[in-house]
């Protein structure tokens, strides 16, 4: 989460799937947002575990394995502190990685434009109204119907694996693979999520800046990051975006503990 003198401390959240109790290091001084990133997908990841070993424990069976890649043809939404992450992270990679991977967000931006949907995802990007399931379900649907492979996919491989987003870490499922064809068929059946770091990162952000949730779909998400580069570089103290993010944290939690009481067995 950044250089410069460290404050440790223990967190336990207690999950619909069980509970889990980490420690973590935040820096006492001013970082900006992306820095909060590896730590709350870190969280997200465990109560993730929690969620798949509880499935597992039951009988079920995780589907997902590496090669798999029918869900890296969905549109995959980023938060603005990801966005800044994922620019971060593409800063870092060397100049021929940078290249490539630049010239195959290229072909996809012609490829969305030829389709008609450039314009539609930068507007959903940019827009000034809370995301709401009205907007973005059209827009699901028609990327979801041109079957394009994810820029950052090659081979059925991930090439920015470490630095993918929230949304692709959180989509597993233990239907069958082959259902896995039409990801929008009522047959496939997803893990449960007792929180999405992804919505909890754009929470968040729109509570620091006194905005909305972005919505950022990730084919324009280094585009949008550029774009955005002073609101990039606003910081906040460590402690203050750690206590600010676990808020969101609990409170989804704490709706999906709702959630899943309400709903029959």
Known sequence: MGSGTVEHFEIS?????????TGIGVPTGSVPIAS??????????????????????????????????????MLVPVSAPEAFALAQAFERYDEATRKALTA????????????????????????HEPPSDEAIEPVNRDYYALRMAC?????????????????????????????????????????????RVSTALGLLWAELTDTVPR?????LALD????????????WPGTTLLDKALDKIWRYISQEF??????PS
Not at 106 to 118: D, V
Not at 215 to 219: D, G
Not at 258 to 263: I, K, V
């Open 258 to 263: 709702q959630r899943r009481n309400s709903t």
């Open 36 to 73: 909060i990133v590896p730590l709350l997908r870190g969280l997200g990841e465990q109560v993730q575990a929690l969620e798949q070993e509880q499935l597992t424990a039951s009988g079920q069976v995780i589907s997902c394995r590496k090669g798999c890649s029918a869900c890296c043809r």
């Open 151 to 195: 820029p950052f996919l090659e081979n059925d491989t991930c090439l920015i694996y470490h630095d993918r987003p929230s949304a692709c870490r959180e989509l597993t499922v233990t239907s069958p693979a082959a259902l896995c064809d039409n990801l929008l068929s009522p047959a496939v059946r997803p893990v449960p999520l007792s929180v």
């Open 104 to 127: 195959r967000l290229e072909a996809a931006k012609q490829r969305l434009s030829e389709a008609g949907l450039w314009q539609r995802l930068t507007e959903l990007s940019e827009s």
């Open 215 to 219: 919505l950022i779909p990730l084919p």
């Open 224 to 235: 949008w990051a550029r774009t955005h580069a002073e609101e990039r570089r606003r910081e």
């Open 13 to 21: 959240l207690n999950t619909p799937a069980g509970r889990i109790t």
